[in-house]
């Protein structure tokens, strides 16, 4: 089982920027898919991108511009780039492994 840690949320101006960090403990961080979902107020969680473990990305429609996943085995850690950010960008950002939830983070940006 994995012990999941998101970081990096804040509060940002429109047009802004934030880099998510997901650190997972375990063994074999690098064989396995990671990803970003987000949350926004009142609404349900909705999947934001994956890196699979041969580095290959999928980000869904909405946000997709904005957003880059990377990762980095050696630390076990998962980023996620947001650029450009906008007022409906504002969400509570939860990293799942292997179905392995952390407590999230939260964003608000602000118009």
């Known amino acids: 089982q994995w012990q999941v840690m998101e970081s990096g949320g804040g509060v940002v101006q429109a047009g802004g920027f934030l880099r998510l960090s997901c650190t997972a403990s375990?063994?074999?961080?690098?064989?396995?898919?990671v990803s970003w979902y987000r949350q926004p107020p009142g609404k349900q969680r909705e999947l934001a991108a994956t890196?699979?473990?041969?580095?290959?990305?999928y980000y869904t429609d909405s946000p997709k511009r904005r957003l880059t996943i990377s990762r980095d085995t050696a630390k076990n850690t998962v980023y996620l780039q947001m650029n450009g950010l906008k007022p409906e960008d504002t969400a509570g950002y939860y990293c799942?492994?292997?179905?392995?939830w952390g407590q999230g983070t939260q964003v608000h940006v602000s118009s």
């Open positions: 799942n492994v292997e179905c392995n």
């Open positions: 375990g063994e074999g961080f690098r064989n396995i898919a």
């Open positions: 890196i699979f473990k041969s580095g290959t990305t």
